[in-house]
């Protein structure tokens, strides 16, 4: 196999996002290069690279001594030699033998198969949109099904994430098929159904008048869903978008990805699959992700979103966030919470605990109302970090979920912070019904 040395180290480059580092089973510690591709795998997931220069038989090199040894080269064409237990490099005079002691025959499958649902998308939209939603999802891996990103497929495909305490959804306002849709079977224009045996049929039975009785209504068919769950790992989530900005695009490189770079997205029962568009020095190359679906149902999501009634508070994101980083070591000395109050056109925020202090501020806002609630200030940071533009806020009581809604794009629920407000005695939470087979969550 000969392949231009620069271009090896790019594509190893851009695969060592799938090597696993702490990996159960050495060998995945590996890259698999032949076959026109090269492709490490850490069993959850996998990335891919067609390479038609590495067209021989498969070989599977430790990743960080090959890689290593490949850079040690000068520019040019590098000759890869594999043989069993070992590969062989040379380009001019200057040669290695990089030796390990597995076979391409250990190397665990490749995650092949027919992917029979696809589609694309404006790439640079459901990158971001992906990395916006998934900062609400659970990083406690004791709740495997909230550890990941939601991709609700149906007609209005949406991307939803939450940890029990905030809740992020954002549509993708783009249908995507179901994994259960298929096409009616055609039946041919000469095939003529065979005629019904009347034997098989029951006589009808025969009111006391002597009229037929009617027969008993069909059942009705079960109704087709209408949206159907794919959740996707949070470590699939952080390498799509770690390889969308690697292999960013220079559109002169090639004509046509010049208008649009379009993610393309397969999935089938229990996995993903990315085809990322990429090019190096003017040549284009794919790159695709796949990876294994996280098993079991995530909440029931919609019921969760609180009702708009048309009150609330509109104000500037930055505004608000530089307010509260004022306000947050006050906060985090405290009980870690920023109050808000908001009517006649202002939003009133503070920060108090006990030997801290006290911090106060005004934000310029639209009021439609009046009314104030507790957010724990690292949700409300984390919400507000990197956003510019029109929030707008609606709560209902101090009590109720804050819902915040983005240049009216994205929407996250944060959970209200129980605190005992002036004149007011201190309320208990209430705690939230969980529903079946979920888990229950604390709202302080």
């Given at each position: 196999m000969q392949i231009q040395k620069a271009k090896l180290e790019k594509v190893l480059d851009v695969l060592g996002e799938a090597i696993a580092k702490k990996a159960a089973l050495p060998i995945t510690r590996h890259v698999r290069l032949g076959e026109g591709m090269a492709a490490p795998h850490n069993l959850d997931r996998q990335v891919v690279v067609a390479v038609p220069e590495l067209d021989g038989d498969p070989t599977v090199p430790p990743y960080t001594l090959f890689t290593e040894t490949v850079k040690g080269f000068p520019e040019g064409d590098l000759v890869i030699t594999p043989a069993p237990g070992q590969v062989y490099l040379n380009m001019g005079g200057q040669e290695a033998t990089v030796q390990f002691n597995v076979m391409a025959t250990d190397y665990p499958p490749l995650m092949l198969g027919d992917y029979h649902r696809r589609t694309d998308i404006d790439g640079d939209f459901f990158v971001r949109a992906l990395e916006e939603v998934a900062v609400n999802a659970a990083t406690d891996e004791t709740r495997p099904v909230l550890n990941g990103v939601l991709l609700e497929v149906g007609e209005e495909a949406t991307l939803v994430a939450a940890d029990g305490f905030r809740l992020g959804v954002m549509s993708l306002r783009?249908?995507?098929?179901?994994?259960?849709?298929?096409?009616?079977?055609?039946?041919?224009?000469?095939?003529?159904?065979?005629?019904?045996?009347?034997?098989?049929?029951?006589?009808?039975r025969r009111s006391k008048?002597?009229?037929?009785?009617?027969?008993?209504?069909?059942?009705?068919?079960?109704?087709?869903?209408?949206?159907?769950?794919?959740?996707?790992?949070?470590?699939t989530v952080e390498a799509l978008c770690h390889l969308w900005k690697k292999l960013d695009i220079n559109p002169a490189?090639?004509?046509?990805?010049?208008?649009?770079?379009?993610?393309?997205?397969?999935?089938?029962?229990?996995?993903?699959?990315?085809?990322?568009?990429?090019?190096?020095?003017?040549?284009?190359?794919?790159?695709t992700l796949t990876s294994l679906l996280i098993q079991g149902s995530f909440p029931s999501w919609p019921g969760l979103l609180p009702p708009s009634r048309g009150e609330g508070v509109v104000f500037q994101a930055q505004e608000l966030a530089s307010k509260v980083a004022f306000l947050a070591p006050i906060a985090n000395e405290g009980s870690g919470i920023i109050r808000m109050v908001w009517g006649k056109d202002t939003l009133m925020l503070s920060a108090m605990g006990a030997d801290s202090g006290s911090a106060g501020a005004n934000v310029r806002a639209a009021t439609l109302g009046s009314g104030k609630v507790a957010i724990a200030v690292r949700y409300l940071s984390s919400y507000l970090r990197g956003r510019t533009g029109t929030v707008a806020m609606e709560c209902t009581g101090p009590a109720s979920p804050a819902k915040f809604t983005h240049e009216g794009r994205s929407t996250v629920v944060l959970m209200p912070m129980f605190v005992a407000w002036e004149g007011e005695p201190a309320p208990e939470a209430p705690p939230l019904e969980a529903a079946p087979g979920e888990e229950e969550v604390e709202a302080s």
């Open positions: 783009k249908r995507m098929p179901l994994l259960e849709e298929a096409p009616a079977a055609a039946v041919p224009a000469d095939v003529v159904p065979a005629a019904e045996p009347v034997t098989t049929r029951r006589p009808r008048k002597g009229a037929a009785a009617p027969e008993p209504p069909a059942p009705a068919p079960a109704a087709a869903p209408s949206s159907q769950q794919l959740v996707i790992p949070l470590a490189a090639s004509t046509s990805l010049m208008k649009s770079r379009r993610l393309g997205i397969e999935y089938r029962q229990g996995f993903i699959r990315f085809r990322i568009p990429a090019h190096w020095r003017g040549q284009e190359m794919l790159v």
